[in-house]
């Protein structure tokens, strides 16, 4: 018994101990040592005074000897162990500073009827042509030719009008109409006759009235198959809105007025007839995407298939013509073709080589002075080419897939001055050639 009562306090000391130890380490502040002792010794008496005490499991840290008594009284009673309030247990509750998650409810699907699916479409289109209308115009010419007309819409609020090179060319008079009846006579300021662009100014604007400039969206990213709207005047019928799609893009287009390609041209089937010239292709939001200028039709009227100067271009040219007067092409000096079958057969390219095989470089230009070469057959008249020029695929580590991709990366991302690289594939291997790229001459 005596052996037992021994044990016991050899126990209680070790717990008064760790109490203690507990004690000092959690006080968050110093109290006086006789009243740390007076709780140690109220807690002893409470412990050695148990006539049936339960054994407290102990933690890792405890001495061997504290094991071996609880061990021994686990042996020899046959009360469950009391769980401690710091072990682990099924039913713990969080109690850190975790935030606890919330469900999120599922969103609510609506479901439309077909009749209000198209109501939903028509709300829209007519929202969005009250909305811009008022930024399109009306425009009429006099020339030595007779009278013409087209359409265009407002670039700034200082006056500027966007409108194709052809529906002003060689005008001595210019009015612009507006949709709410407002009239003006305007002055030519600048044209680009190879991207067949024009920029007019509005004369004496009433200062009580805005101006409100059309909303610029961009041509880069657009894809066959999405919205496009013509907003213009065909045949003289007044603020006419058409509907289609993107048909086709990066084509590229002989203006008619330079020897120049438009690049990067869209194509619609929207319908665009004589009078939609100078007028916004816009996209689903309304934002301009091109500028319509071309048709091609047998009738000279919509075939569905028209075209537009593509927005990122007039991005380019327009802020030009208002500052200067004039846009300034970068000029690489080589004439090109596409790499097809014929080519690669005779050239001896793989089936899967793509890009723009030069056929001539321009004496003296950047190209030439490059060390780009063209065919060696192409000054030659009335001899067939010798397939031996080099192949332009790719510029600035950009791949060119087209002829019509290399005009359009260059009308679009470059200006004169620009250092860039060339690869091209010569005899079967690719090589990097540094180019400067220079000013395209004014040519007709």
Same mark, same amino acid.
């Given at each position: 018994m005596n052996t037992l009562n021994n044990l016991k306090k050899l126990f209680a000391g070790g717990l008064i101990s760790l109490t203690l130890v507990a004690a000092v380490a959690c006080s968050s502040s110093v109290e006086p040592a006789e009243n740390l002792i007076a $709780?140690? !010794?109220?807690?002893t008496q409470q412990v050695s005074n148990g $006539?049936?005490?339960?054994v407290i499991p102990t933690s890792t840290e405890s001495t061997g000897s504290a094991t071996e008594v609880s061990s021994t009284e686990s042996a020899n009673s046959s009360t469950e162990p009391i769980q401690a309030a710091f072990d682990s247990g099924p039913d713990d509750t969080s109690i850190g500073d975790a935030i606890p998650e919330v469900s999120? @409810?599922? @969103?609510?699907?609506?479901?439309?009827?077909? $009749?209000?699916?198209?109501?939903?479409?028509?709300?829209?289109? $007519?929202?969005?042509? !009250?909305?811009?209308?008022?930024?399109?115009?009306?425009?009429?010419?006099?020339?030595?030719?007779?009278?013409?007309? #087209?359409?265009g819409f407002v670039w700034d609020e200082d006056g500027h009008i966007v409108?194709?090179?052809?529906?002003?060319?060689?005008?001595?008079?210019?009015?612009?109409? +507006?949709?709410n009846g407002r009239e003006y006579r305007a002055d030519v300021v600048a044209f680009d006759p190879a991207a067949d662009?024009?920029?007019?100014?509005?004369?004496?604007? =009433?200062? !009580?009235?805005?101006?409100? @400039?059309?909303?610029?969206?961009?041509?880069?990213?657009?894809?066959? #198959?999405?919205?496009?709207?013509?907003?213009?005047?065909?045949? #003289?019928?007044? +603020?006419?809105?058409?509907? #289609?799609i993107v048909s086709a893009v990066t084509r590229t287009l002989e203006s008619g007025f330079s020897r120049y390609s438009i690049p990067a041209v869209i194509q619609t089937d929207a319908s665009i007839n004589p009078g939609?010239?100078?007028?916004?292709?816009? =996209?689903?939001?309304?934002?301009?995407?091109?500028?319509?200028?071309?048709?091609?039709?047998?009738?000279?009227? /919509?075939s569905g298939v028209g075209f537009a100067v593509p927005v990122d271009l007039? /991005?380019?040219?327009? @802020?030009?013509?208002?500052?200067f007067g004039e846009h300034t092409y970068a000029f690489m000096g080589i004439t090109g073709? !596409?790499?097809?079958?014929?080519?690669?057969?005779?050239?001896?390219?793989?089936?899967?080589?793509?890009?723009?095989?030069?056929?001539?470089?321009?004496?003296?230009?950047?190209? =030439? /002075?490059?060390?780009i070469r063209g065919d060696s057959t192409a000054a030659q008249f009335n001899t067939p080419p010798a397939y031996d020029g080099d192949v332009i695929v790719s510029i600035n580590s950009i791949r060119m897939d087209s002829m019509d991709n290399l005009i359009g990366y260059l009308a679009l991302n470059t200006a004169p001055g620009d250092d860039i690289v060339v690869g091209v594939l010569r005899d079967g291997v690719e090589i990097a050639i540094p180019l400067t790229l220079g000013a395209r001459p004014n040519v007709s």
């Open positions: $709780a140690i !010794e109220a807690s $006539a049936s005490s339960t999120e @409810p599922a @969103p609510e699907v609506v479901q439309l009827t077909p $009749a209000e699916i198209v109501t939903a479409q028509e709300d829209h289109l $007519a929202n969005l042509y !009250e909305d811009t209308v008022q930024s399109v115009v009306f425009i009429v010419t006099t020339s030595v030719q007779g009278v013409g007309s #087209g359409s409108t194709n090179y052809h529906v002003i060319q060689g005008a001595n008079l210019v009015t612009v109409k +507006f949709f662009l024009a920029v007019i100014k509005l004369i004496d604007v =009433d200062s !009580e009235y805005d101006l409100i @400039p059309i909303k610029i969206g961009t041509s880069s990213d657009l894809r066959p #198959g999405e919205t496009a709207i013509a907003l213009g005047n065909p045949f #003289g019928e007044e +603020f006419t809105m058409t509907t #289609g939609n010239s100078g007028g916004p292709l816009l =996209d689903k939001d309304g934002a301009v995407i091109g500028v319509n200028t071309q048709i091609i039709s047998e009738t000279r009227q /919509s007039v /991005s380019r040219v327009i @802020p030009s013509l208002i500052e073709s !596409e790499v097809n079958l014929v080519l690669r057969e005779n050239v001896g390219l793989d089936g899967d080589v793509v890009g723009a095989y030069v056929n001539s470089v321009t004496t003296n230009g950047p190209a =030439d /002075s490059a060390g």
